[in-house]
């Protein structure tokens, strides 16, 4: 057995204890996503069974088998390029979509008077600063900020634009947020039901990974 293959052996294994961890917390791919290289090669076998058939049924005496196998070719290029098309259309508008949000969101910053359009804007009971407005609010949007991050992996990885070690990458940054602050963690947890902007899976992986942490801590997570 080369050395080659068993290189490639160990990195799929690597890649799909990956896939496993993101799994467990609540990251999927959607199906289209995980057979788009089916999809491809579909693309390719249909171009070119499509036009051997046309050329059995309407033989040409001024095309020969190269002819034939050049067209065969070029159908599939233009299919996999159609293909690939859509699929960066669909990129670029998840990208617009959360500048537009970042955009939104330095106006919050800059401006207090519209802050109340927006939120909510929660604080832990107990914290020393949880009646300084100005304090409340900077911390509620670094929150958001970390989940909309967050969410842009998920959503990212969904359909396919994010590999799996970039997605888990992020994964562990929110982890390692949740970590290093028990605040962080309950104000993840508030931000994330009370905001209806953020979908199901980036709610159930917030909720995962406070869990884990809370548990060890002895606090129950509310349903």
Not at 34 to 60: D, H, N, T
Not at 72 to 91: K, P, T, Y
């Amino acid at each position: 057995m080369s050395t080659s293959f068993l290189n490639r052996r160990r990195l799929l294994g690597f890649q799909r204890s990956i896939e496993k961890q993101l799994e467990y917390y609540g990251f999927r791919r959607t199906e289209h996503a995980q057979g788009r290289g089916w999809i491809i090669f579909g693309i390719i076998f249909a171009s070119a069974l499509g036009v051997e058939v046309f050329f059995w049924y309407i033989p040409s005496p001024h095309l020969s088998q190269l002819d034939v196998i050049t067209a065969v070719i070029a159908l599939g290029a233009l299919g996999l390029g159609f293909h690939q098309w859509c699929a960066s259309r669909n990129e670029i508008s998840l990208d617009r979509f959360y500048d537009r949000l970042e955009v939104t969101n330095r106006i919050l910053d800059e401006r207090k008077e519209v802050r109340s359009f927006a939120g909510p804007w929660h604080s832990v009971e107990g914290s020393k600063n949880q009646h300084d407005e100005d304090v409340i609010y900077h911390t509620s949007m670094y929150v958001y900020r970390e989940l909309d991050n967050l969410e842009y992996a998920i959503a990212k990885y969904k359909l396919g634009y994010m590999s799996p070690e970039n997605a888990l990458r992020s994964l562990r940054t929110f982890r390692g947020r949740c970590n290093s602050s028990p605040e962080f963690r309950e104000l993840a947890l508030m931000c994330t039901k009370a905001n209806e902007g953020y979908d199901s899976i980036t709610q159930e992986v917030v909720k995962k990974v406070c869990q884990e942490f809370m548990e060890e801590e002895g606090v129950k997570v509310d349903s």
